[in-house]
């Protein structure tokens, strides 16, 4: 299981539904809601009141940027770097990331370290990605927690990598409830409690990690 503890957590899409329903959202899109525009784009991504329709969904991620809703460039980020209906292309995706992590989307913070930890579409840079997920952490984002404890944990500062992971699990970033177990499992920066560390690991199989 110590594998665990060096995971970077995947990239997430950002989803923030903001109006009753696709015709108020096309509505309040068209009128420069940037929010809105992100809910249209997702239910044409996941074909909720609509047909499944990515290259419209693209464009209204892309709309919802450009008015400066950054979940908006998060989401379509998030469709970049998984090559999702379009392309696969990181170095667009990274581009989105910052965008959204300057306007305020702190998920795009954390993102944007998945990348630059690997390489991928940006230059590698472990002490960058750190700082980033730093950034996401310290505005509430769970996720962002759980991969700064996995730099902290690589160092050898246990204690201070539990401490993050219990954030990132308390927070629903279920990676975070798995690398605290691992912690407990181990005895690393938790005294060992092979009931915490299972109870852990079951909550973050439930989860889905």
Not at 3 to 14: D, F, T
Not at 27 to 46: F, N, Y
Not at 95 to 123: F, H, I, K, M
Request: aromatic share 4%.
């Amino acid at each position: 299981m110590l594998a665990l503890a060096l995971i970077v957590a995947p990239v997430l899409a950002a989803v923030a539904p903001q109006c009753p329903d696709a015709v108020a959202c096309a509505r309040d899109c068209a009128a420069g809601v940037g929010v809105a525009c992100i809910d249209l784009a997702w239910r044409h991504e996941h074909g909720q009141e609509t047909p499944v329709d990515i290259t419209r969904a693209v464009a209204l991620y892309q709309r919802a940027c450009d008015l400066g809703a950054g979940l908006g460039c998060v989401d379509l980020g998030f469709l970049y770097g998984t090559g999702r209906g379009v392309e696969r292309d990181t170095k667009k995706a990274a581009g989105l990331y910052q965008r959204g992590c300057d306007g305020g989307a702190l998920l795009g913070c954390t993102n944007l370290g998945e990348l630059t930890e690997r390489g991928d579409g940006v230059p590698q840079d472990s002490a960058r990605a750190e700082a980033l997920h730093k950034r996401a952490c310290d505005g509430g984002v769970a996720l962002g927690c759980t991969n700064e404890g996995i730099h902290k944990g690589r160092r050898g500062e246990h204690e201070a990598a539990a401490d993050l992971h219990t954030k990132g699990c308390s927070g629903g970033a279920e990676l975070g409830c798995a690398n605290l177990g691992w912690a407990y499992e181990n005895g690393k920066g938790r005294a060992t409690d092979a009931a915490a560390a299972a109870a852990l690991y079951r909550r973050a199989c439930d989860e889905g990690s």
